[in-house]
């Protein structure tokens, strides 16, 4: 299967600050989607972006297949950022391929 | 529609007993997945449907482990004889399609002491 990378495992920041979390795959993807995963454990779909850019209020993301990584940055970051980000993908079948995490602590 | 359900969300079990957890995905999705995550780790892929066709599963599920989704709606996960290491937390997501957006439940937590 293909192979997820993410970095930096962890990452502290103080309000306010901008930060970049990076994902690395091994092979091509049909899917690339990021996902917050709040303190109960629920996975919350923040982007779906196989390539391209797209933002979302604070957030925004970009990915370059051809180079197969993507990026997620958190501008003006708030307490309530905090959190496991997980990048997954999908190759030529239909199971996402999880990394590992990033843990953020966004400190008052 | 208020997305992917899970029930339990919850569940502390003895040792060798079973269990049954059920997923009510997005209603118009006809794909269907169950994901496991233990801690510190991201979620690793169980098995998968698509309407009432179980299509593929991980060699994670051993044989112990048996999922269904009679009508290609909800689909029950059952493990029998549980053990320590099924401890874990037990997701299900649904998609429309192939290479569709995959949305998660909220998850069971299954605790075997």
């Known amino acids: 299967g293909i192979q997820v990378e993410q970095s930096p495992p962890d990452l502290i920041l103080q309000e306010g600050a901008n930060s970049t979390l990076r994902c690395n795959f091994s092979?091509?993807?049909?899917?690339l989607q990021w996902f917050h995963q709040n303190p109960w454990g629920q996975l919350i779909n923040l982007f779906y972006?196989?390539?391209g850019t797209k933002q979302n209020g604070r957030l925004s993301a970009t990915t370059v297949a051809t180079e197969r990584y993507s990026l997620l940055y958190i501008s003006s970051s708030q307490t309530t950022d905090s959190g496991v980000y997980f990048c997954a993908v999908v190759g030529n079948d239909y199971k996402l391929s999880f990394g590992a995490g990033t843990t953020v602590t966004v400190r008052a | 529609d208020t997305g992917v359900s899970q029930d339990p969300r919850h569940k502390i079990t003895k040792r060798g007993q079973n269990v049954t957890f059920r997923c009510d995905p997005i209603?118009?999705?006809?794909?269907l997945y169950w994901y496991r995550q233990t801690l510190g780790q991201g979620p690793e892929f169980l098995t998968y449907?698509?309407?009432?066709?179980?299509?593929?599963k991980s060699r994670l599920l051993s044989d112990r482990f048996s999922a269904e989704r009679p009508k290609g709606s909800f689909s029950t996960l059952e493990i029998q004889r549980t053990e320590q290491g099924d401890s874990a937390m037990y997701l299900c997501?649904?998609?429309?399609?192939?290479?569709?957006?995959?949305?998660f439940g909220p998850g069971t937590r299954l605790t075997v002491t």
């Open positions: 449907f698509q309407n009432e066709a179980q299509l593929e």
């Open positions: 997501a649904s998609s429309l399609g192939t290479g569709g957006e995959q949305y």
């Open positions: 209603s118009e999705h006809n794909r």
């Open positions: 092979d091509s993807v049909n899917n």
């Open positions: 972006i196989p390539s």
